[in-house]
């Protein structure tokens, strides 16, 4: 176990709302990184946070967001659902920013729109 | 052309037997060359970790980087029924100013028949 959770397991939502997911970095990480993997492939980068702020985004649309608190916990919030969005959605955290800075993966959520 | 290419399989090969997983990529700039393994409904679990060319051995397990020809390998040694998962390679430019993220391949899903 790599000390990272994420809430909830699983998750449906209809097209058109809004979900958060949440995760809680393993102690002593203060960056957190969010990943999309569909099914079939492989994780796909969202962001990564550090310190509060936004430090890097992958290609995907605003409507993707999301918030890093004090305690280093995080959530990654989604408006305006569509169907393409169902995926697992997997947080990691890691001490640093740069790529030597190993990143520790959630085991997931996952996230069905109807 | 995908930046990362990864045989999805399935492989499947007997007990014992000698593993070569492999990945393509396209961009020169990544430097750091990962492999996760990932067991069904969980998240990917870092198991070798290499900077630029060059081979890493730990256990059963080795990891080349070919980065001339852009081609990584991983190679599993004395395979066991436990080693049956979907094995990611993953990459990092680490540009500096910002995250990139990993960039993942698909993820090839390896059996390992008793």
């Known amino acids: 176990e790599t000390g990272v959770t994420q809430s909830p397991t699983h998750l449906i939502k209809t097209r058109g709302q809004q979900v958060t997911l949440r995760c809680s970095s393993q102690s002593g990480h203060n960056t957190v990184s969010w990943y999309q993997q569909a099914l079939g492939q492989g994780p796909q980068f969202i962001f990564q946070?550090?310190?509060?702020?936004?430090?890097g985004r992958g290609n995907f649309p605003p409507r993707f967001s999301g918030l890093q608190f004090p305690n280093y916990s995080s959530e990654l919030n989604v408006n305006a659902l569509e169907l393409d969005d169902s995926a697992l959605y997997l947080c990691?955290?890691?001490?640093?920013?740069?790529?030597?800075?190993?990143?520790?993966f959630g085991p997931g959520t996952r996230l069905t729109v109807l | 052309q995908k930046e990362v290419e990864q045989d999805p399989g399935p492989l499947s090969v007997p007990e014992g037997a000698i593993v070569s997983l492999n990945c393509t990529y396209s961009n020169s700039a990544f430097q750091y060359f990962m492999w996760y393994r990932q067991y069904s409904r969980k998240g990917p679990e870092l198991l070798m970790y290499t900077y630029s060319s060059g081979n890493k051995e730990d256990g059963r397990f080795t990891a080349q980087v070919d980065k001339s020809s852009k081609y990584i390998s991983l190679f599993i040694r004395d395979s066991q029924p436990s080693d049956s998962a979907t094995y990611l390679c993953a990459m990092s430019a680490n540009l500096g100013g910002g995250a990139d993220g990993l960039t993942f391949g698909k993820g090839t899903h390896l059996i390992i028949q008793p």
């Open positions: 990691a955290s890691s001490s640093g920013t740069t790529s030597y800075n190993e990143q520790f």
């Open positions: 946070y550090y310190r509060e702020e936004e430090n």
